[in-house]
């Protein structure tokens, strides 16, 4: 499964690229917001930064709802860099614009996807990723993680390559049930990632073996 991290903090981009696990980036309006990033030219700059940070693919969303205005945006910010995924939300003229760009071999990534259908949809049109929000469902009481379950199966039945990239992901836990169900990404926060760092044994095994280790070598 592909590590991403669901940020524009540069900071905590460049840890998790340090850590060597990460696969790539995800953003959106309200993540570049929390930045302080504002205005068309900075947040360009910005997903410059981004692009200079990582290897991997870095989503960057479009502000247009229309079709004309979704494909203008999208390929200036393609244009960025190679590492740049169009990111459109499902709505109908996202599902134009992303067959659009795969018939222009522009990587997109649908958002904001809530159902089975609405990842059909998407994989139909050709997108590169589809974006389930997990989190977000559970917090309205419904199965966050049931929904890529059965993404996972319907993709499987019919071999589309379309990715699924578990967004919203809120916590560690997220992350293992993505792995176990099969999704191919999952994308959150630095502090779900470095969770999956922590166990009580692995501390009071190496506090031991270090406690060993200077016994014998005082
Ligand atoms: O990847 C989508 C993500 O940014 C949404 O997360 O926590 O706002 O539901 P959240």
């Known amino acids: 499964m592909k590590f991403f991290i669901d940020t524009a903090n540069l900071e905590q981009i460049k840890e998790a ?10 953003t959106n309006p309200s993540l570049m917001a929390k930045e302080g990033i504002t205005g068309k030219q900075n947040i360009l700059d910005h997903y410059l930064k981004i692009c200079e940070l990582v290897e991997g693919d870095v989503s960057a969303e479009v502000i247009a709802t229309d079709f004309d205005g979704m494909v203008a945006e999208g390929e ?70 049931n929904l890529i379950a059965e993404i996972r199966q319907v993709f499987d039945n019919f071999g589309f390559e379309t990715e699924i990239l578990a967004a919203s992901v809120r916590h560690t836990m997220h992350i293992v049930d993505c792995a176990k169900i099969g999704a191919d990404v999952m994308t959150g926060p630095l502090s779900s990632i470095k969770g999956l760092l922590k166990h009580p044994l692995t501390d009071i095994g190496l506090e031991k073996f270090l406690a060993d280790y200077k016994k014998g070598n005082a």
Request: charged content about 20%; proline content about 2%; glycine content about 10%.
């Open 17 to 26: 690229q340090e850590l060597g696990v990460l696969d790539g980036v995800t």
């Open 76 to 145: 200036e910010l393609a244009a960025l860099d190679s590492k740049i995924v169009v990111k459109l939300p499902l709505i109908e003229d996202g599902i134009k614009a992303a067959k659009y760009f795969s018939t222009k071999g522009i990587k997109t990534n649908v958002t904001l996807v809530f159902s089975v259908g609405q990842a059909l949809l998407a994989a139909k049109a050709g997108a590169t990723y589809v974006s389930p929000f997990i989190g977000r469902l559970d917090d309205i009481s419904t199965d966050g993680l």
